[in-house]
């Protein structure tokens, strides 16, 4: 019993974490908390929902294909809007992505209707038996989609020169300006890479939710939760997060008398508040925003 | 090599820069002085293309930059050292330095490198602490040592010895008396007139961003102007003027 919640609430969480790693990117770099994340993904999924069925694309290339549509989504986003409201203040700027949001809401309704969408599972063989835990081929690959793309973003923010020049950016933007990196430049990129991934994760959260206009929100409103867990300026941070997430929602789900158990999310949100209380930074936040120098 | 024409620019609302003119010879170093809040890091600012002119021309060899973005100001070959290091605090020294090379590539980037940490061996154990966790010294060692990376043309050195104690105070203008020997062509900001004059061949008096004065050092510094602003009446005080580090007096 309790092996079997805590691999599913891995397998949630993983989840949760890779929404999370998407939003965070894009926050580090840009200083810009996008609320138009979970609309963004929705868009890229439903291009995926779109390369499946009208064009019979195979999973995998439907999933590249919404990645790709994720972040050229993303980088039009900041050149489209947020370059040139850049001097407006920061709440502005968040309105303006909540606005982006509302505008792919509605251009998606337009498109594919209101009605909600099934969407396959990438795998869907027999379920593994370890023990007496199961555990569904689909949770198998977020799990490790999620271990793939942690080790990605590890090697690309550690030994790559434009990862490095990233959280130079996010540290100190002048400086970095003055180091002649192009802060425009990487902004872009970093809303590339946050809907990118947000993508992917937009395309493995979708058969456990469906797929339709408004699908995604609570699944990014956890996502946000955990990277607040994790102190929202840390990638591991955020997928750690996302982890601790689903594990205590499962467990609460499951252990605690069936009266109770659906406050599961509730209680999620409760911890996260005396979480935040007691380390102001989330679990692997910064103490700072940087600058301090 | 770098010339500034009647140069207006502002910082906020304010008018922090009022018909600059002033010019850097190649393989000379020109200090600017002034006190706070006279222009100096708006002029700085201004050379490196992150604060643009309201009027007036920047030009480098001739080639007008006042226009470009910094980026492409830093590949002409002209890098800044900005007031208070600006570190990347929780990148590695190493990090750091290979940031200072960003438009670079290739294997003279290791030899330079290797020359930065030869230039500043106290950073050479330290290539994998975080740039935050640096005493002021090392960091300031480091700002200097990330800007050369760069393989720079023209340094501009904003306040480079604020908040330094006198040692490292010396040190620091040792250091930049032999950058200026190896050719490096510098504009050196500072409140510490006494110390920027010695290594500077010419320098320029900012006041509430107007050049009040300018002229060969050693004209400058038989000036009333610079003795009584920025000297203060004894010439041999070496305290960097307002940094609040006490001592250094008569020496």
Partial sequence: ?293 | MLACEGVNAFYGPIHALKDVTFAVERGTIVAVLGANGAGKTTLMNTISGLVRPRSGAIHLDGRRIDRLAPERIVRLGVTQVPEGRQLFPDLTVAENLRMGAYLRRGAAVRQDLAAVLERFPALKDRTRQLAGTLSGGEQQMLAIGRALMARPRLLLLDEPSLGLSPILVRQLFRTLGELGREGISMVLAEQNAYLSLEVAQMGIVLETGRVALQGPSPELRQTDRVRQLYLGVRSGDVSPQGGGAPGGKGT
């Fill in chain 1, 1 to 293: 019993m309790l092996g079997q919640l805590v691999v599913s609430g891995l397998a949630a969480g993983s989840l949760y974490g890779i929404m999370a790693l998407g939003l965070i990117l894009i926050y580090k770099t840009t200083h810009i908390l996008n609320f138009g994340q979970g609309d963004m993904v929705m868009f890229a999924t439903f291009i995926a929902y779109l390369l499946l069925t009208l064009f019979r694309w195979p999973f995998p290339a439907a999933v590249l294909g919404a990645m790709v549509a994720g972040a050229l989504l993303g980088a039009l986003v900041d050149r489209g809007v947020m370059r040139w409201a850049r001097n407006a203040p920061v709440t502005s700027l968040f309105i303006a992505t909540l606005g982006v949001g509302m505008i792919l809401q509605a251009v998606a309704g337009w498109i594919w209707g209101y009605d909600t969408k099934p969407f396959p599972y990438a795998l869907r063989g027999r379920p593994l038996f370890l023990g007496d835990v199961v555990l569904r081929q689909h949770d198998l690959l977020v799990l490790v989609v999620t271990v793939l793309i942690s080790l990605v973003l590890f090697l690309l923010f550690k030994f790559t020169k434009v990862g490095v020049a990233m959280r130079a950016t996010s540290q100190n933007r002048r400086a970095a300006q003055l180091m002649g990196i192009n802060v425009g430049r990487i902004g872009t990129l970093s809303w590339a890479l946050g809907l990118g991934i947000g993508a992917l994760a937009g395309c493995l959260v979708a058969p456990i939710v469906y797929l339709d206009l408004t699908s995604m929100i609570l699944v990014m409103i956890k996502a946000i939760a955990a990277a607040v867990l994790g102190g929202f300026t840390s990638l591991p941070g955020a997928v750690v997060g996302g982890l601790l997430l689903g594990v205590i929602e499962n467990l609460f789900g499951g252990y605690m008398p069936s009266a109770i158990a659906p406050l599961k999310t509730t209680f999620v949100f409760v911890l996260i508040i005396v979480v935040l209380v007691l380390r102001p930074h989330g679990l692997l936040g910064e103490r700072t925003a940087g600058g301090h120098g």
